[in-house]
Structure formats: C-alpha cells, structure tokens
C-alpha cells in the first residue's frame, strides 16, 4: 500500500534506500498517514484524498468535500435500506406462498415513447380485439412503421375491476410521425416507473399475477402512480396456443412519502 502511495504521489517516503528498496517515513508524516487512514475509513477514494491534502488547511473547502460525502453515503444508506426490505418482504411471501417466485415483481423504467393509440368505453376486457381492429384499419392507408423493438399494450383506466364498460386504451411504439384518424390518435407518452411481472400463459393468470404486484407495491415503500398496463410481448395475433402467450403486468408506482 505504501509503495502504491508513492507511486500515485500521495505519500512520499522522506527517503529511499537504492540498494533495498526500503521506503523511510518520518515521524513527521504520521499525522498525514494518519489522515488519509481516516479518509479512506469515511469511504475517500484515494484520488479524491489526493485532492483533500492539498486543500486541508481550507476548513471551507474540507467541509464541502465532507458534505459531498455524506450525501453520497446517505444515498448509498437508503439504497441498502430499499435491497434489505425487498429480500425481508420475499422471504416473507416465500414462506406465507411458495407459488411466489413463479412472479418476480422487478421495478423498472418504461421510456418515453411516440404511439398510436385508440382509446374507448368497451363492453368487457375481451373485447379488447375491437380496438386493435380499428387501429389496424384506421392506419392502414399511412404506411405506419413500428418501432423497433415494439411492442404493443393496453391501459386500463378503470379504478379497480368492472364487469361491463370498461374504459380501456391500446398503444403501439411507432416510428415516425403520423397524422390522427377518427379514432387513431399519435401521442408522446411520458417515461414512467413501473413495479411489473412478465409470465407466460393464458390470461386466466392475470387475477393471481395483479394480486402479486399490487401486494408487492403496498409493502416495499411505494404508492401507486396512474393506471395499470398490461404489456404483449407474445400478443394472441402472435401465439399459436395460449401457453405461448407472454404478457407483462405493470403498475406505475412512485416512492411513498415519509
């Protein structure tokens, strides 16, 4: 360690023996081995204690290096704090519902994208196939190009689940600008945060897959924040049987306020 010191400049033996090699310190230069000991135990990375020897004797500049510190290590603290209670909570479910890892809640970040988007008071869920046929025919005539990677999915903008007309969105990633239908409208969507689940199968699984990401919403510190999407990865145009189908439910949630 004392060699890499010398090396990087940080600290210099008074002395060296050519013949040995041996570094000699003096007593002099303890209290500053001293100080880039305690530097490091702050969590100072040697460069950084670098540039805090050469400003020591500025109390103004040291405390701005010490406060730009602990901000960091706050930040670090509450980091850990968020991974301890996410492994507390799943091991708790693990033991309340062995099923619980066949969903693993991930938190991610859906990026902001241009669609086109149809959205209507439908009669029931499963009627959803009648909004992606006026899409489909609506803009057929524009050469609309998806993106790529795309993906289409829906919003459910109901609070809670209805029995019967069910306001509901379907969006598709394109690229390029389009003009609006009568029905087809091309929007930017702003990025949002979500907690959601991707499984394969039928959608008889929705029900069990929501019940998962919303208790995991609930008891890892976040709230929800706007209506539930669910993402078609493997859509029904696109499966040959409805085990082939993979769907990704996704909740938008933003931290809880303390």
């Not at 519902?97 to 086109?116: C, E």
């Not at 029931?124 to 803009?139: F, P, Q, R, S, V």
């Not at 999407?229 to 938008?252: G, K, N, Q, W």
Request: with cysteine; hydrophobic share 35%; net charge negative.
């Amino acid at each position: 360690m004392l060699r890499h010191y010398d090396k990087i400049g940080l600290l210099i033996p008074e002395s060296v023996d050519e013949s040995t090699g041996y570094r000699y310190y003096s007593e002099s230069q303890l209290p500053e081995a001293d100080t880039i000991q305690a530097l490091r135990t702050m969590g100072f990375g040697l460069s950084v204690i670098g540039e805090i020897l050469n400003k020591y004797e500025n109390e103004e500049e040291m405390e701005q290096f010490l406060m730009i510190k602990r901000e960091e290590l706050l930040c670090q603290a509450q980091e850990t704090e968020q991974r301890l209670r996410l492994l507390d909570n799943t091991i708790q479910w693990l033991r309340k519902d062995g099923n619980f890892m066949d969903y693993n809640v991930t938190l991610k970040t859906l990026p902001k994208r241009y669609v086109a988007s149809v959205r209507q008071v439908i009669p029931a869920y499963d009627c959803e196939g009648m909004l992606w046929e006026t899409l489909n025919k609506e803009i057929a005539g524009q050469n609309v190009k998806p993106e790529n990677p795309g993906y289409g999915l829906a919003v459910f903008h109901d609070k809670g689940f209805k029995e019967s007309d069910v306001d509901v969105e379907i969006q598709v990633s394109v690229d390029g600008t389009y003009q609006d239908t009568e029905h087809v409208k091309f929007k930017y969507v702003d990025e949002m945060q979500i907690a959601s689940v991707t499984y394969k199968g039928s959608y008889d699984q929705i029900t069990r897959v929501n019940k998962a990401v919303a208790e995991w919403i609930c008891e890892n510190g976040y709230d929800f924040d706007g209506p539930s999407v669910c993402i078609y990865h493997v859509s029904p145009h696109d499966a040959r049987t409805p085990e082939d189908l993979v769907t990704e439910v996704c909740f938008p949630v933003k931290k809880k306020e303390v």
